[in-house]
């Protein structure tokens, strides 16, 4: 079974910065993309940024140029760095994994539990 753990997640000010960090376990043999989602109260679940094996990224125009995804494939981790926050990055952010190959199985998805960012001051 795959699982992905989120950490980072906690209250910052606007203009502020903070890193969101994610491993995934289990008997792994490729992720083809990992990403992070949020969900702000009220809204639906949006895509923030992924990044594939090769390392072609994805970012929702909101976030360019204040965001940066990174990631190990080595380790099956994924970061973002989030930088110059704003009350409206405040969200559960949900780490994602697409096209997870194992020993026995291939799951199309998989998803953390969230972690919350709250701006404010």
């Known amino acids: 079974q795959v699982q992905l753990v989120e950490s980072g997640g906690g209250l910052v000010q606007p203009g502020g910065s903070l890193t969101l960090s994610c491993a995934a376990s289990g008997s792994i043999f490729s992720i083809y993309a990992m990403g992070w989602y949020r969900q702000a109260p009220g809204k639906q679940r949006e895509l923030v940024a992924n990044?594939?094996?090769?390392?072609?990224?994805n970012y929702v125009d909101s976030v360019k140029g204040r965001f940066t995804i990174s990631r190990d494939n080595t380790k099956n981790t994924v970061s973002l760095q989030m930088n110059s926050l704003k009350p409206e990055d405040t969200a559960v952010y949900y780490c994602?994994?697409?096209?997870?190959?194992?020993?026995?199985?291939?799951?199309?998805?998989?998803w953390g539990r969230g972690t919350l960012v709250t701006v404010s001051s």
């Open positions: 994602h994994a697409d096209n997870v190959q194992t020993k026995l199985h291939r799951y199309l998805e998989v």
């Open positions: 990044i594939t094996t090769g390392g072609r990224t």
